[in-house]
């Protein structure tokens, strides 16, 4: 079974940092892929940035070069650093794992992201 818990989240001015993180259980995650999605009000949910098992990272348009993806597998942790803030990425901020063996995604409670103009 996998429990995901995240945290970091808070209300920033735009331009400034949050770090999010988000804790894994279970013992998939250093083969697994993990993620951070986010959802506005109003708006689907849109994949902000993947971490594969292997390190590959990939990240939306709108946060290359502001946003960091990262993991530690010693840790079972994936963070996200995300800085220039603006207030467009405002949202709740998901962490997600997908399961390479049951092809599962398994997702956190997710953590409220605003930034204020």
């Known amino acids: 079974q996998v429990h995901l818990v995240e945290s970091g989240g808070g209300l920033v001015q735009a331009g400034g940092s949050l770090r999010l993180s988000c804790a894994a259980s279970?013992?998939?995650?250093?083969?697994?892929?993990m993620a951070w999605y986010r959802e506005a009000a109003g708006k689907q949910r849109e994949l902000v940035a993947a971490v594969s098992a292997g390190g590959s990272t990939n990240y939306l348009d709108s946060v290359k070069g502001r946003f960091t993806i990262s993991r530690d597998n010693a840790k079972n942790t994936v963070s996200l650093q995300m800085n220039s803030l603006k207030p467009e990425d405002t949202a709740v901020y998901y962490c997600?794992?997908?399961?390479?063996?049951?092809?599962?995604?398994?997702w956190g409670q997710g953590t409220q992201v605003t930034v204020s103009s």
């Open positions: 279970g013992n998939i995650f250093r083969i697994s892929t």
């Open positions: 997600s794992l997908n399961s390479p063996i049951s092809r599962n995604d398994y």
